[in-house]
């Protein structure tokens, strides 16, 4: 073997640190309370450095859970996205959750080009920006900014200060279903905003889903970028000839 491959099989020591904390921790129950770093660092004769590194991919990937000022925990396992043509509150019933949202801005305004582009209107044109925090059993889930055509959907900021569901306000006041969409998914470190929104850490992984939506007739309906906890969610889709 030449040298160069005997240093892409050495494992760097952080590694060896976390998988074994990955097998003791996969042995316990949800809720169940990790040892401190200080107290693994010695358990397992290495730095606390190496330990935190390990914790912290732990934690990023939703193996574990950090509570502040309390310790860190084994994780509640995560929870499955189905990836369809549906609604939050659709996808979270599916999942026997409970949805819920806090409207953080409804702002009507003039489209920049970018998003005049997708939603069919001239630039310039006016146009809602919503964005909302979505929960799941009351636990914060993803942040979504959501825009819509301001002509096509006039009072829709107000219709959204009362219903909670984007699909069933556009349904019941426009006579409007999204009936199909282009959904991308891409990965992005949180921003010190959406980790204070979603109670987790500045630089967590989000995964990252736009969805571009058209109606029956292929006009467009929305254009949406939600950012969803990475280490919460897993995507599903169902592929099909
Ligand atoms: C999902 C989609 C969004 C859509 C939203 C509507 O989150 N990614 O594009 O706007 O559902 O959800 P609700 O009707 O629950 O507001």
Same mark, same amino acid.
């Given at each position: 073997?030449?040298?160069?491959?005997?240093?892409?099989?050495?494992?760097?020591?952080?590694?060896?640190?976390?998988?074994?904390?990955?097998?003791?921790?996969?042995?316990?129950?949800? @809720?169940?309370?990790?040892?401190?770093?200080?107290?693994?660092?010695?358990?397992?004769? $290495?730095?606390? $450095?190496? %330990?935190?590194?390990?914790?912290?991919?732990?934690?990023?990937?939703?193996?574990?859970?950090?509570?502040?000022?309390? @310790?860190?925990?084994?994780?509640?396992?995560?929870?499955?996205?189905?990836?369809?043509?549906?609604?939050?509150?659709?996808?979270?019933?599916?999942?026997?959750?409970?949805?819920?949202?806090?409207?953080?801005?409804?702002?009507?305004?003039?489209?920049?080009?970018?998003?005049?582009?997708?939603? @069919?209107?001239?630039?310039?044109?006016?146009?809602?920006? !919503?964005?909302?925090?979505?929960?799941?059993?009351? /636990?914060? !889930?993803?942040?979504?900014?959501?825009?819509?055509?301001?002509?096509?959907?006039?009072?829709?900021?107000?219709?959204?200060?009362?219903?909670?569901?984007?699909?069933?306000?556009?349904?019941?006041?426009?006579? %409007?279903?999204?009936?199909?969409?282009?959904?991308?998914?891409?990965?992005?470190?949180?921003?010190? /905003?959406?980790?204070?929104?979603?109670?987790?850490?500045?630089?967590?992984?989000?995964?990252?889903?736009?969805?571009?939506?058209?109606?029956?007739?292929?006009?467009?309906?929305?254009?949406?970028?939600?950012?969803?906890?990475?280490?919460? %969610?897993?995507?599903?889709?169902?592929?099909?000839?």
């Amino acid at each position: 073997m030449s040298s160069a491959e005997g240093q892409s099989l050495r494992e760097p020591k952080y590694y060896t640190v976390k998988r074994h904390l990955l097998e003791v921790t996969d042995s316990l129950l949800p @809720g169940s309370p990790v040892p401190t770093e200080r107290v693994l660092a010695a358990e397992l004769g $290495t730095s606390r $450095t190496t %330990v935190r590194q390990a914790l912290f991919e732990l934690v990023a990937e939703g193996r574990l859970v950090r509570r502040q000022g309390s @310790g860190t925990y084994v994780a509640e396992p995560k929870m499955t996205w189905p990836l369809q043509m549906a609604s939050f509150t659709e996808q979270a019933t599916a999942n026997g959750l409970t949805a819920s949202n806090q409207l953080l801005s409804a702002v009507r305004g003039q489209a920049e080009p970018d998003v005049a582009g997708r939603l @069919g209107i001239g630039a310039g044109a006016a146009a809602f920006r !919503i964005e909302r925090l979505r929960l799941a059993d009351d /636990r914060p !889930i993803a942040v979504e900014v959501s825009y819509l055509s301001a002509a096509r959907f006039p009072q829709l900021a107000r219709h959204l200060r009362r219903g909670s569901s984007l699909y069933a306000v556009l349904h019941e006041h426009y006579g %409007v279903v999204p009936a199909s969409a282009q959904e991308s998914i891409s990965t992005a470190p949180a921003t010190p /905003r959406e980790a204070a929104l979603l109670d987790t850490d500045t630089g967590a992984p989000m995964l990252v889903l736009g969805r571009h939506s058209f109606d029956g007739t292929g006009a467009p309906v929305e254009w949406v970028t939600s950012w969803y906890r990475g280490d919460r %969610v897993t995507l599903i889709a169902n592929l099909r000839p």
